[in-house]
Structures are given as C-alpha cells and as structure tokens.
C-alpha cells in the first residue's frame, strides 16, 4: 500500500512558477513509476509526465514540454513538477500516482494502469 499525498499547489500569475511535491509513504516507493496527471473543470483526467522508478526516461505530454520538469528524490520519497513559463491553460487539480507495471515506462499516459492516486492539488494560472 502507498499513500500518496500533493503540495504546492495555489495561484499564480501567467508567466510564473510553481514547483508541486508528492509525499510517498511507505518503503517501496523506489519499485513505482510516478506519474503526473491533471483534470480541469469538465474535463477529462490527462498524462502531464511521468519518471522511471530510477529518476530517468521523463516523459511529458506535449503541451508542456519545455516548460515541466519531472523529478523524483528517492531518499525523501518525493516525486516533483516544476512548471514554469505557467499558462492559463494549465488551470487543474494535479494529481500524482504510482504504477508498479513496467508497462508505465512504455504507456505512461495510460492511466487505468497506476495503482495509486494522491488527493490532488489545485493550480491556477490567471491571465
């Protein structure tokens, strides 16, 4: 079991940074795929990126390459998403997940195959 849990989140202005956390309990965190994911109002849930459990292979939707970054740090158990040059267009609740397949690596933006979810946490971008 791993719970999962997000921060960073809140309002920003277009042009600007955020940088979210995701706190991952349990011991085995380094066995997971991390992935982000985020849903805007009336929206489907979409793939923002995705890490392998050793920190590499990122993988980004395309609207925000350049701009996200992924990153895990394996001994805080803390995967994170700094977004910067932020749009309003990235307006969601953010969510990370864990995936113990290494299917993750090869469909990261599948989510039906991640195991765990955090609660999310809200971004918005003003214009």
């Known amino acids: 079991q791993v719970q999962l849990v997000e921060s960073g989140g809140g309002l920003v202005q277009a042009g600007g940074s955020l940088r979210l956390s995701c706190a991952a309990s349990?011991?085995?965190?380094?066995?997971?795929?991390m992935g982000w994911f985020r849903q805007a109002p009336g929206k489907e849930r979409e793939f923002v990126a995705a890490i392998s459990r050793t920190g590499g292979n990122p993988s980004y939707v395309e609207s925000v390459k350049g701009r996200f970054t992924i990153s895990r740090d394996s001994a805080k158990n803390t995967v994170y998403l700094q977004m910067n040059s932020l749009k309003p267009e990235d307006t969601a609740v953010y969510y990370c997940a864990a995936c113990a397949a290494a299917y993750c690596i090869l469909v990261p933006s599948d989510r039906e195959k991640y195991d765990y979810w955090g609660q999310g946490t809200q971004v918005t971008v003003s214009s």
């Open positions: 349990g011991r085995t965190f380094s066995s997971y795929i």
